[in-house]
């Protein structure tokens, strides 16, 4: 059975950090393109960033570009989003998700976790 368990969320001030973990298990995780995904209540789940299958490639949402780096470590079958200089407006649900190509596409998902809260107080 296949599981992403994200943890890492919570409050944090804006302007600071936090990291997002999520780890996979029961899949082989070196054939899946990882991706973060965010949403809040009443609208569509949002794109926030994707790493290839090493890592190598990497892409983001326009909301987060250049703020928040997705790495992954293959050995601990993990991949983290680096969450920098937070804003209010990144106040979501976050959910990683697992897909055998590089996407921006939620519905290209073959599998999710269940989400963190982060929390941006002004």
């Known amino acids: 059975q296949v599981q992403l368990v994200e943890s890492g969320g919570g409050l944090v001030q804006v302007g600071g950090s936090l990291r997002l973990s999520c780890a996979a298990s029961?899949?082989?995780?070196?054939?899946?393109?990882m991706g973060w995904f965010r949403q809040t209540p009443g609208k569509e789940r949002e794109f926030v960033a994707a790493a290839s299958w090493t890592g190598g490639t990497t892409f983001y949402g326009e909301a987060v570009d250049g703020r928040c780096p997705i790495t992954r470590d293959n050995a601990k079958n993990t991949v983290y989003l680096q969450m920098n200089n937070l804003k209010p407006e990144d106040t979501a649900v976050y959910y990683c998700?697992?897909?055998?190509?590089?996407?921006?596409?939620?519905?290209?998902?073959?599998?999710w976790g269940q989400g963190t809260q982060v929390t941006v107080a002004s």
């Open positions: 998700a697992a897909a055998k190509q590089l996407t921006s596409e939620a519905h290209r998902n073959d599998y």
């Open positions: 029961g899949l082989t995780f070196s054939d899946y393109a």
